[in-house]
């Protein structure tokens, strides 16, 4: 049996503005065919469409917080979403202002969506859930910007027991027995043979997890909340020589994302929201490197298997 | 002497939504170095960076309507201004709602730009001046759509006259006899010499002028206000196939607009403003083409001399 999917799609890799090659804040999660949209710069229906994404599947959005590169595009997608004919709900987890903004938007332009929008609202107090199905939770936690702003976390609930083929063959066992074997339960089958669950099970692939932090200043606090990730985005808007300006306006150098990635103990670390003064990314790297082996840049249209 | 510049920059054609080729609706009007911009869709922003258009520039911008393919571009055009170090006024000439949106926006994300927005209303009663300098007059009138909106009307002013050179070399004037003769005054050189207007001048070239339409129903009582236009853009949101959807969403077909250009006896007709549902876009300018013969589309890019 193959994995759940758990992909991450960057449909944005610049701070403030756009550039010729980045566009803002934006990212598709993928787990197990949930679509979940992280931040959503304007242009962020353009990226969609132009890296082959279905943005009608998207039923989860989550906004960090208001600045614009962060949102700008939000009005713009669920119009497109609404003219294209969605009529299925769609939940927004975001600072609660923004709520105000779309409301004010349709009421000027005497809009009315065909879908219902559910408004969820994040709070900055610790970890906090947002989402939960039988695959997935996702939670907020604080972040530390000029403004109110979250970071998210999404993890795969824990995977069913692996069932042991070889073992398994040798019994009679039904699909419902199957199931609660997966569940970790012992089961009696139809001969009323007792079948201990440790005999015919393997322990699951441990459950994965991704963390999106932007936009923060360089603060160790949330490493409790990230502790482990198998993937952490985590803001570098500068490089080291700029880390007055990183501090001043509440952003992170690479070395210091890098600091966060080791002292959480995460798989691999994911660098984005670059400053557009810079044209050529690799320092971003080659700084990050020295202080935590494994990371790579954020790049728009790049796919991350998780 | 070359005569001043006034040429038109598509930014975007489309209606409604971006599609791979064409963006919503926007566009740069350039006369004797004034840069205006009209409507200003999503991704607006982008545009003029592709197109190679400063804009920094521009210091008016022109909102038809508060629907979302008019103006989601403006937050994050205005926000790029000021991270970009914009500090020069700039106007925006809209619908009155439209402030509130922008300073909303504004209050949630902290920020206060450091340039100086003034906000002039337009108003639908009829031709209404918006603005004017020594070249340049602008004039908002009412079109008709779901929801109120504006065309915009731009005219040169009225040229100075042209120097008959041959004839000016044989007689002793100042530079500032010549201001005046341009004016359409007589003066009287150092030697005491009349120099009659008539006799030194030519006639100027004709002041042009170029009107947006759009959004609009078919509405024959707008031809009043662009009659004899050098350059009309007008909406040509359909085709004539689909004309009785035209009527319902208040927009206009292709040989409707030319309808348009013919009874107002405008020198070109530019159409825009298509349905994401048309592909091609051949069929635009044949219908168009039998019933007013100059006219073409507008493309994302190109740029038009009036």
């Known amino acids: 049996m193959t994995r759940q999917t758990f992909d991450l799609l960057i449909l944005g890799s610049s701070s403030a503005s756009p550039t010729s090659e980045r566009n803002p804040s934006a990212q598709l999660l993928n787990i197990a065919e949930r679509f979940f949209l992280i931040d959503c710069a304007e242009g962020t229906q353009v990226q969609l469409r132009k890296y082959k994404a279905k943005f009608q599947a998207i039923d989860h959005i989550f906004i960090s917080h208001l600045h614009g590169d962060h949102f700008f595009g939000l009005p713009g ?24 903004i779309i409301e004010l938007i349709n009421k000027v332009s005497e809009t009315t969506f065909n879908y219902v929008v559910h408004w969820k609202f994040t709070d900055n107090t610790g970890l906090n859930l947002l989402f939960e199905d039988s695959k997935v939770e996702v939670y907020s936690f604080p972040l530390k910007h000029r403004i109110y702003c979250t970071g998210f976390l999404f993890k795969e609930k824990p995977l069913p027991r692996k069932i042991d083929k070889f073992k398994l063959d040798q019994l009679e066992v039904s699909t419902s027995e199957i199931i609660k074997l997966r569940k970790g339960m012992d089961v009696i089958n139809d001969n009323g043979v007792l079948i201990k669950n440790e005999e015919v099970t393997l322990d699951p692939a441990k459950a994965r997890s991704y963390a999106y932090c932007s936009d923060t200043i360089y603060n160790p606090a949330i490493c409790d909340f990230i502790k482990e990730v198998d993937l952490l985005y985590h803001e570098s808007t500068f490089l080291e020589e700029h880390a007055a300006r990183a501090k001043k306006t509440y952003h992170t150098t690479a070395k210091q994302a890098a600091e966060i990635a080791k002292n959480a103990n995460v798989k691999k670390l994911l660098m984005g929201h670059f400053s557009v003064r810079y044209g050529h990314l690799e320092s971003f790297v080659n700084e990050a490197s020295v202080i935590f082996n494994n990371c790579e840049l954020a790049i728009d249209g790049k796919k991350i298997e998780i």
């Not at 609404?82 to 202002?97: A, F, N, S, V, W």
């Open 77 to 100: 997608l669920l119009s497109s979403m609404h003219l294209l004919g969605r009529k299925q709900d769609i939940t927004i987890y975001c600072p609660k202002e923004l709520q105000g």
